[in-house]
């Protein structure tokens, strides 16, 4: 009965922005630390940013760091990522998930649910 489910995906230029959210049903993000992977063609999936149950603590990846926003909201029970500074190199279709515990982690391990993905596109 756990559902994520990504929108904001879109193609933009570089140096752009985009919002990329994620709302999850049956899965209770104020027990529950979420996190943003991506995964490009060719390349595995890899950690963007996570945020603890209730939002109290957030994790970056360093390619991303000083970029991307990482946000949740309790009430809607819903995270989003505000990616700012767009490069060609995040490219990539973005999954958000659900972890297993209460605090924000990298590992994709920790990661029991799955949402279906939403597309990136940053042109050159």
């Known amino acids: 009965q756990v559902r994520l489910v990504e929108s904001g995906g879109g193609l933009v230029q570089t140096g752009g922005s985009l919002r990329l959210s994620c709302v999850a049903s049956g899965r209770p993000f104020s027990t529950y630390a979420m996190g943003w992977f991506r995964q490009a063609p060719g390349k595995e999936r890899e950690f963007v940013s996570a945020?603890?149950?209730?939002?109290?603590?957030?994790v970056y990846a360093d390619s991303v760091k000083g970029r991307f926003i990482i946000s949740g909201d309790n009430v809607k029970n819903s995270i989003d990522l505000q990616m700012n500074g767009l490069k060609p190199e995040d490219t990539a279709v973005y999954y958000c998930a659900s972890s297993y515990g209460p605090d924000a982690t990298s590992k994709q391990l920790d990661y029991w649910y799955w949402g279906q993905g939403t597309q990136v596109t940053v042109s050159s």
């Open positions: 945020i603890s149950a209730s939002g109290g603590r957030t």
